[in-house]
Structures are given as C-alpha cells and as structure tokens.
C-alpha cells in the first residue's frame, strides 16, 4: 500500500532551543521547543523528546519520515556528534541523555534521507517559505551563526572573511522558491576567556547580547534589556555601534564598563547603585541596534526596490527595532517569523527540505503559531481528578465559557487560559496565556506581584481586536505574533494604562477570528461589558520557566502561583478553601523530595 502523505523533519539540535518541525505534505502538521516538554528554560542537548513529540501527535514513526534536515550553529550536525562521542560537553549532550543518544538511529547518522544545513541559510526559509509573499527581501540577524567553511548558500565575494569567522548577518531576495544571497556579515573571532569569544565578537546580537551579560549577568535576557532601555537618557553612554559607508564597526569594550552585574547573595539587582548606568547603556543598546537595523532594512529597500520584508534571527524578536523597520523602512509589507530565535530553525530546516531538495511547491502560509499537539477533554479532566488537586479546587463546565470569562476579568481576576494548541515560540499568543483587565494601573503590579515574580519595570502586552487595532495604536503595520511595538494613542493610555510602557508604548497582537476564534470571542465579551476590546496577555508561566504545555503544566502553575482561576477549555477551575492549607504541605514536600534528591549517592 502507498503512504498517503511525504514528512518532512527539521531539527535545531544540541545548543539552546532544541525543536523539532513536521511537515506533511508541505505544511506544519507539528512543532514543538525541547524547554517546553522538559520544562528547562531554553533547553539543549539532544532532540528525542521533541521527535517523538511529534511523531507520536501525527501518529507515524521515524520510518515514515522521508527526509530529516537538521542545523547545530556550533558545528555541522555530523561533526559534532563525533566530537560528543569522545568529549564530554555536558552543555551540549548531558550524561543522562547519552544513552538514548547513542540507541537513537538519527545520531551519528549516515543515512541518505538525513541532512544538514548551516544557519543562517535555516532562518531564512523559517521566514520566506511560510511568508504571504511571493517576493521580497530576507534580512536575518543573529547573536552568531555558522563559520564561514561551513556556509552553504553562494554569497557575495566582496563579502570576504576568513574560514574562521561566524555569520552575523545575512540578507537575501527571494521569488517563488527561489532564494538568493545579497550580502553577508561576519564576526572574525576575538581573543577571550576560554569559552567567551562570542561576546567579544564584532557582531549587532553579539553587542546585545554582551550588554545583556553586563546588565543582568545572563546573555539572553535580551529582552529585559529592551524592556529597561525606555528608563535611561540620551546620549550617556558613548556608541556601541557604528556605521560608516554601510560597513559596521563595533569598538572593543572597554574598561569604562565597570560595573558589571555580580550576583551575590541576598542582593537586590532592582536596588543596585549601578542602576542609572544600567538604563543608560541599555538605552545606548537599543538605539544603535535599531539605527543600525533601520539602515541595512533602508539598503535592502532601495538596493531591491522590493515591496515585501522577511525577517528572522534572534534580533528579530527585538519588536521595538520592528517596530522602527516597519514604519520608517519603506516597505509596503513586513513579516516575522513568530519563532525568529533559534526554535525556528527546526522550520527552516524542514523547508529547505520540501523545497530545496523535494524540489516541491510553495503554498503553505503562517498565518498563525498554533502547531503544537492537542490535549482533550479527558487529558484535561484527569489531571484535575488526581487526589492532591481535586481536593484544592473547583470546577465547573461553562455552557458560554467567553462570556463567563469576560466577566472575571472585568472582575479584576487574573485568568491561566489554556484551549487547543500550543505556541511555537517565545511568544505567548492565546492559548497558553494568562490574562487580566489592563483598565486599572495596578494590574500590572498584581501580576508581579502573585504570579510572574519578575522585574517591575518590565511591560505587559496587550491583545486586541485586529479590527480596533488602529483606533488604539498608532501604525497600519499588522502584528499577529506580538512582534512590533506600537505608540498606544494618547486618548486611550489612559483608558488602559496597566500596558503602556514608560515610553508610551506597547508590544501588540493582533486578534483575528480566522485564527483564534475563542480568544477573538473572548476580547468581544470583554469589549461588550467594557467598552474596552484589550486585555493583557502575559506567558502562562512563573519567571525562570517555560511556558506551560500539558493541562498537567497548567494546573501545576495556577496551584503554585496568585492565578485566581484557571479556565481550560471550557471548564472553568478555582481553588477552594482547602488550597490554603493543602499548598503549603505540597510545597514541603517537594522541597524534602528535591533535598533528598540532590544529596542521595548514587548506587
């Protein structure tokens, strides 16, 4: 008997975002990120679990797959498997996944069907290839991509640099299926402390990410960066980058950086003395970062004369910069991969190829995140039938579940949202929410208070009806996956001030019945009891965690946080009485549990 359909697997494998892509027939049947089935933030190492996450969702094995593409920015995904064979590198494959590794056919592969590709050639089909354009431009930039020996793509030979140095930034045209390589920057590596070249790199993600290492001690708090540079003042801080005749310069750092975030115990960053220089370098940080985006986007522009802007790579999840690209850029239309980090690689790899090497057509278009697998009624019902949770809430079946919603949160109750499938990306986009009024300032305050944990000065964004996005924002731009920011009209801040950033912004996604029909039904029931067609929409998480996959993730975050009820599906779930005296003993336990755990021998 034939098989009915072709599958395609991309794969980001070993470093942070480990993911997986499905394709059936061309399209996005299944995608998942690694942290999401772990529950480790940004997870790496190997890529098992989000295989057979997706296999087991389409219900076929790794047999019925008829190619396999994979990306490791690192290296080639052959070279450093053989390397992990005889070096230990427990960032990349820990001991307790070496094992699975070692029986899993993909790893050490030699079969035909399994290929790689190098990185910043996986961004770009992650953004064109499930565009609505026919034509148009690719800009992708990053923290560090593939060495230049082991670029694929055909690239400029002005665009010179030695076998060592790394992909910074890639820009291309592309019509139909057909992509082609305009320009390439690179970083030649820096002398460093043993693993730390790529903060000294002379790259735009690399810079951010160095000041994100300097201001808060982690290199991808890329977004708290963006989030504080609205609190600090022009021009303190000399520029971190600079452009002369199109070619970017990026001074060394120097020892005028002297304060920089070191975490010691019972320390408060917020209360930190270095504070002020803080904001103003992260201010200088973002200008240049958007300055210097906003020329090559001008130069792509008018060196093309293309109408359509593609965009992916891990800056592209700066929606402030985006923001800037898609007003003042000249482009008629922009469109960002919703997964522009590293998770998005997987679909990048699983096009290139269905495209590339099945030499098939381009129909497929993203017009929405929502690829992860579905979880029933059932699956829903088990999880708040186990002992320990039924005897700490409620639940009851809503006939009008919007509706009912609409009215708790107009209530001032913050809500965990979870319907249908999961998000693929960085984003929360409405079904693994939390949701809240933003009508009164202090929400945002309540939120950080009993649920996120996380710094005061960061916004939350707002979802809204696409069809009042005008009314309320300014800027014709569409922004469906929450990545561009938009000044929020002066006659509306404060109507809904609990998501306006200090700088009179907010990040926005655009709400469609097309593509979220419950949460479209949800914003009107609010809207009808409000006036207002916004709510807040934060991730379904506590800061340090990923966003919550199963009805088991849910349940577990609304018990363990200020979430006033948990509303999945259409079963709306509150804590009872006994939750106060039931939480605390769990969390006891577990403490003992993670305590016996971590100081038991090993046999």
């Not at 080639?76 to 230990?88: A, K, S, T």
């Not at 002379?202 to 994100?212: E, F, I, K, N, T």
Request: proline letters at 5%; glycine letters at 6%; charged letters at 25%.
């Amino acid at each position: 008997m034939s098989k009915k359909h072709t599958y395609v697997l991309g794969l980001n494998t070993y470093d942070h975002d480990v993911s997986a892509c499905l394709l059936r027939d061309g399209a996005i049947a299944f995608a998942i990120a690694k942290e999401r089935i772990t529950r480790a933030k940004h997870a790496s190492g190997f890529y098992k679990e989000v295989i057979d996450y997706c296999l087991e969702a389409e219900g076929i094995t790794l047999d019925d797959v008829d190619l396999v593409v994979r990306n490791c920015y690192i290296l080639p995904v052959q070279e450093m498997e053989e390397r992990l064979v005889y070096f230990d590198a427990p960032g990349f494959l820990p001991d307790f996944e070496r094992g699975d590794a070692a029986k899993h056919p993909l790893y050490l592969s030699r079969q035909d069907k399994v290929v790689t590709i190098s990185h910043h050639l996986a961004h770009a089909y992650s953004a064109f290839a499930v565009s609505p354009f026919e034509d148009g431009v690719v800009m992708i930039v990053d923290g560090v991509g593939s060495y230049r020996s082991d670029v694929m793509e055909a690239f400029p030979a002005s665009d010179t640099a030695t076998p060592l140095a790394r992909e910074s930034e890639s820009y291309y045209k592309f019509s139909g299926t057909t992509l082609e390589c305009l320009k390439k920057v690179w970083m030649e590596p820096d002398r460093g402390f043993l693993s730390d070249e790529f903060y000294t790199m002379p790259g735009l993600g690399a810079l951010y990410s160095r000041a994100s290492t300097y201001i808060f001690g982690d290199w991808n708090k890329c977004g708290e960066l963006m989030g504080l540079a609205p609190y600090g003042r022009r021009d303190q801080v000399k520029h971190l980058l600079e452009m002369t005749d199109g070619k970017l310069q990026v001074p060394h750092w120097t020892a005028d950086f002297k304060q920089p975030y070191v975490f010691e115990p019972g320390s408060n960053w917020e209360k930190n003395p270095a504070m002020r220089h803080w904001e103003d370098l992260a201010w200088r940080t973002q200008d240049d970062t958007e300055n210097v985006l906003l020329a090559r986007a001008r130069w792509l522009r008018e060196t093309t004369g293309a109408k359509n802007l593609c965009m992916a790579g891990g800056v592209a999840l700066n929606c402030v910069a985006n923001g800037r690209v898609a007003r003042e850029a000249g482009f008629e239309n922009v469109w960002i991969q919703p997964a522009a980090g590293d998770d998005g690689i997987a679909i990048g790899c699983a096009y290139y190829g269905w495209l590339e090497i099945l030499k098939q057509r381009r129909d497929f278009v993203m017009d929405h995140s929502y690829v992860g697998r579905r979880y029933s009624d059932q699956d829903a019902a088990t999880e708040l039938k186990k002992l320990l949770v039924r005897i700490q809430v409620g639940a009851v079946k809503s006939e009008n579940v919007c509706r009912d919603t609409a009215r708790l949160l107009a209530d001032q109750k913050v809500i965990g949202w979870f319907q249908d499938r999961s998000e693929f990306g960085p984003r929360a986009l409405g079904n693994r929410s939390l949701l809240a009024d933003p009508r009164k300032p202090e929400m945002k305050d309540t939120l950080n208070s009993r649920v996120k944990h996380r710094q005061a000065f960061r916004p939350f964004a707002p979802i809204v009806l696409a069809e009042r996005m005008k009314e309320i924002f300014e800027g014709d731009e569409d922004s469906p996956f929450m990545l561009i920011a938009k000044p929020v009209r002066p006659e509306w801040r404060d109507k809904i001030p609990a998501i306006v950033h200090v700088d009179g912004t907010a990040r926005v996604q655009t709400v469609r019945e097309a593509t979220n029909p419950m949460l479209y039904r949800l914003l009107k029931e609010f809207e009808a009891l409000t006036g207002v067609p916004v709510l807040i929409n934060t991730s379904f998480n506590i800061k340090g965690e990923p966003i919550v996959e199963t009805p088991q993730d849910a349940v577990n975050c609304f018990l363990t946080t200020g979430v006033d009820h948990l509303v999945i599906h259409d079963t709306i779930v509150s804590k009872t009485a006994m939750h106060k005296v039931v939480a605390p003993l769990v969390t006891i336990a577990a403490d003992v549990r993670t305590l016996v755990a971590s100081t038991a021998q090993p046999a």
